[in-house]
């Protein structure tokens, strides 16, 4: 049971919207910034969004995140074939004194 | 361009030992705090450790608090991860991952694979 809550899988078309939620706690989510995380099968995660809504350099701005109290999402607009992966949020939580992860969020492009 | 190269996995009996390593070819380690990261077969990304840039802070997630120590060598570039005691379930693929300027585990190694089997 992870600490951060995500849906086990979301699908969407191509071109087509979609958003993926997590939902943590007041020593999480509630009182730092959520960053997210993609994989793509057989591949190291890489960063996709950090500090609830930055997106590093080469992400394309299809992506998008937002946090509200304790919880956060990520939006794919303009879905792709090649955004099938897996999606991880992630914060640090005070109480365990360490990272916590969502347990991942299994985007398929049908 | 930041490289991250695990090693030191292998298949160790339950009880066993195994010390990992993380090289960063890069020239600004030691401005960085550092993770190890899991991945058990067919399972999600779960946390490890974490080391401040000067290696006098580090966390422990609860499953492997008193059994793991992780430590780094800035003038080595490296980050280590001494694993005892282990257990059937500490079976995965273990990164590291290096924290950049904004973004926490922003560069990440290939992994390297773990197998905790009698």
């Known amino acids: 049971q992870s600490v951060l809550t995500q849906p086990p899988s979301v699908s969407g078309t191509p071109g087509q919207r979609v958003t993926i939620s997590c939902s943590g706690s007041?020593?999480?989510?509630?009182?730092?910034?959520v960053h997210w995380y993609q994989q793509l099968p057989g591949t190291a995660p890489k960063v996709l969004m950090y500090k609830n809504n930055q997106r590093p350099s080469g992400v394309p701005d299809r992506f998008s995140g937002s946090k509200s109290g304790t919880s956060a999402s990520l939006a794919i607009s303009g879905l792709q074939s090649e955004d099938e992966a897996d999606y991880y949020c992630v914060a640090w939580d005070d109480s365990l004194n360490g990272w916590v992860f969502g347990g991942g969020t299994k985007l398929t492009v049908v | 361009e930041v490289q991250l190269v695990e090693s030191g996995g292998g298949s160790v009996q339950p009880g066993g030992s195994l010390r990992l390593s993380c090289v960063d070819s890069g020239f600004t380690f030691s401005s960085y705090s550092v993770n190890w990261v899991r991945q058990a077969p067919g399972k999600g990304l779960e946390w490890v450790s974490f080391i401040s840039t000067s290696g006098r802070t580090m966390s422990y997630a609860d499953p492997v608090k008193g059994r793991f120590t992780i430590s780094r060598d800035n003038a080595r570039n490296s980050l280590y991860l001494q694993m005892n005691s282990l257990r059937a379930d500490d079976t995965a693929v273990y990164y590291c991952a290096r924290d950049s300027g904004g973004a926490p585990m922003a560069y990440w190694g290939q992994g390297t694979v773990v197998t905790v089997s009698s």
């Open positions: 007041s020593s999480n989510i509630g009182s730092d910034t």
